[in-house]
């Protein structure tokens, strides 16, 4: 298995439809201010670098025993790095670089939460016919397939042009006829459906 078919199948579910994790978010630039931290986690790394056989367990414990002055100490610088990262985002967003990943950004979190919705509350909505061609193609392109083993994808396609061209008149009237059934009834499904509380949730949580 190629290693590109792994990473597809990683990101997609058990019946095969693309996960909302799978849609990328851009790479984050290296001028990317670095997050900033809790009081908790600026203790821990304080103390790793002075205690190197600490545990993660044992950091817990020596956190939980501080007193509320020591912990205030933390907490005050927690609040200098959390003015420190906002005044350097605000820097970064006035970069050209950082208002591209921005908009890159914005973009992939909003295609995500797309097709996490559509995933969640359209799964009964109906689909679109095929139009008239298509519809042919569908039903004649095995039985092309199957007189012309040997015939390359472009040369069934030259074959089903063919086949189209060649249908009697009345024969293709009577597939737009049907087409055109199948587009009304359609049309009356998606109106229910639009209708429906599946659809008012997903215009919720599409919403911008």
């Not at 792994?6 to 439809?17: E, L, Q, R």
């Not at 990262?85 to 820097?91: F, L, P, S, T």
């Not at 509350?121 to 193609?137: D, E, Q």
Request: proline share 4%; aromatic share 8%; with cysteine.
């Amino acid at each position: 298995m190629s290693l590109h078919k792994k990473k597809v199948i990683a990101k997609s579910d058990k019946d095969g439809k693309r996960k909302p994790n799978a849609v990328q978010l851009p790479a984050k630039p290296e001028t990317l201010p670095s997050k900033q931290r809790s009081a908790r986690q600026m203790f821990s790394q304080d103390t790793k670098e002075k205690m190197l056989d600490a545990t993660d367990s044992d950091i817990t414990k020596m956190w939980d025993r501080l007193s509320a002055e020591d912990k205030h100490k933390w907490e005050h610088q927690a609040d200098k790095d959390a003015q420190r990262y906002r005044k350097d985002m605000e820097a970064f967003y006035e970069s050209v670089e950082g208002k591209k990943y921005r908009r890159e950004l914005l973009a992939a979190t909003r295609r995500r939460k797309i097709k996490d919705a559509k995933d969640k509350y359209l799964k009964n909505m109906p689909k679109k016919p095929a139009g008239v061609f298509k519809t042919f193609r569908l039903r004649e392109r095995e039985k092309v397939k199957k007189e012309n083993p040997d015939a390359k994808p472009c040369e069934v396609k030259e074959r089903l042009d063919k086949a189209w061209k060649e249908l009697a008149e009345d024969k293709k009237q009577e597939l737009e006829r049907e087409c055109q059934a199948a587009m009304e009834a359609f049309d009356n499904k998606k109106k229910e459906f639009k209708a429906s509380d599946e659809w008012k949730m997903f215009c919720r949580a599409t919403k911008t």
